[in-house]
Structure formats: C-alpha cells, structure tokens
C-alpha cells in the first residue's frame, strides 16, 4: 500500500523560503515509472499542480511558478522536497504531495499540509 | 497552456437525482482527463482516468464521458456520501485541474 505524508512549517513569514518535505512509504523512488507531485490548494480555491519529479530525477514544473519552485529528491530517505522562495501571503494554501500513476495521473495523495503566509 | 473550464460551481439535488458536471478544455488533450473527488479534511481521491475508466473501488453510479473538448462526469443516482466538491484534471499537458464543483443534497 503506497502512502505519502507532508511535513513542514504551518507558518512562514513574507519573502522567505517554503521547504517541504513528502516521505514515500510502499513504493521506492528509484522504482522505474514513479513520480511524485505537488499540488495546492488555497483556502476556498481549486487545486492547483505545482510540480513533479521522475525516478529518473527528471523534473516539470507550473510555468507560472517555475521560477520560484524547485522539487528534489533524496532517494536514500524516499523523500521528495519542495522549496519555494518568496513565499507571499497569497501562498497560503494547504499542500499536497501525489503519486503519479502509470496513466499520468494521481492516485494516492497525502493528507496535506496547511502552510500560512503571515508576518 | 491548458485551461479547463468546469460548470455548474454548485450543483445542489435530491438524494435518487441523476447529476452531470461538465468540464471543457481549452484545446484538444484526447481522453486524458481525470475526476476527482474531494470531502473537507480529507486527501483528493481519484474516481476517473482517461475520460471514462473508472478507478478500483469506486462505486458504478459514478460514470465519465467525452465529446471532443467537453467531458462529464455523471453521478447515476445521487447518495448522501457523494456530498463533496468534485474537480477535473488535464494530464495532456502537464496537470491542470478545473475550478471545482460543490456538490449538496436538496
């Protein structure tokens, strides 16, 4: 059974960088076809896709956040990292990380991680 | 980029209705759409891939459809456990989800 957990800092102040962490757990990162995502979800808004990494280390991004975004991953601990820089109050969202399945799309999401923007 | 446009943003029906929610892409990504289903304090759970496949475990009053860049998801006989928001997603490019649909019983 494949599950995924976020953690990170409920709160993060303006300009500074968001750092979250998903650990893997029934499935290997190094396993051929997988691939783990970030998706957002502001409060009262839709879901919004931020990122994913391959097992091969290949990475996409959102071409709106491209630049503030990067993904990672740490093989030796099965986790996947997100950073995001110059968090802004409107980043207040709750995060999700994501398997990407064999047909592209995700089919087991983590419970999310409610991340505030405030000074 | 992609867009998806989803309609109605609330969908309100007695339990027993039959519901349809609609979404259209902004450009043509074949049957690579998904469902989702989503309950407040919950994670995301998949329903539909590929426009009309449905997940395991899913119930088969669910149902998805496709007409060029317009896709459905149908709900055959509304239950109390469907109250929900429901979002599509684009995997043509990238992913994209739709802006939602609440779903509530009458």
């Known amino acids: 059974q494949i599950t995924l957990k976020e953690s990170g800092p409920a709160l993060v102040k303006p300009t500074q960088t968001l750092t979250l962490t998903c650990t893997l757990s029934?499935?290997?990162?190094?396993?051929?076809?997988?691939?783990v995502g970030w998706i957002r979800q502001p409060p009262g808004k839709a879901l919004e896709w931020l990122a994913l990494v391959y097992w091969d280390d290949a990475k996409r991004y959102s071409p709106s956040l491209e630049s503030r975004l990067t993904i990672t991953r740490d093989t030796s601990k099965n986790q996947v990292v997100l950073a995001v820089t110059n968090m802004d109050p409107v980043d207040t969202a709750t995060y999700y990380c994501?398997?990407?399945?064999?047909?592209?799309?995700?089919?087991?999401w983590g419970q999310g991680t409610m991340v505030a923007v405030s000074s | 980029d992609v867009q998806m446009t989803q309609s109605p943003s609330t969908l309100s029906a007695s339990v027993g209705d039959r519901v349809t929610i609609t979404c259209r892409a902004s450009q043509r990504i074949s049957t690579w759409l998904a469902w989702y289903q989503m309950k407040p304090g919950r994670a995301p759970k998949l329903l539909i891939y590929k426009a009309s496949i449905l997940e395991s475990g899913v119930p088969p009053r669910f149902s998805g459809g496709a007409s060029g860049t317009e896709f459905t998801l149908t709900i055959s006989s509304l239950q109390p456990d469907d109250v929900a928001t429901y979002y599509c997603q684009q995997y043509d490019s990238d992913w994209t989800f739709g802006q939602g649909t609440k779903v509530e019983i009458k």
């Open positions: 029934g499935l290997s990162l190094n396993t051929t076809g997988v691939g």
């Open positions: 994501a398997h990407r399945d064999p047909t592209d799309c995700f089919d087991v």
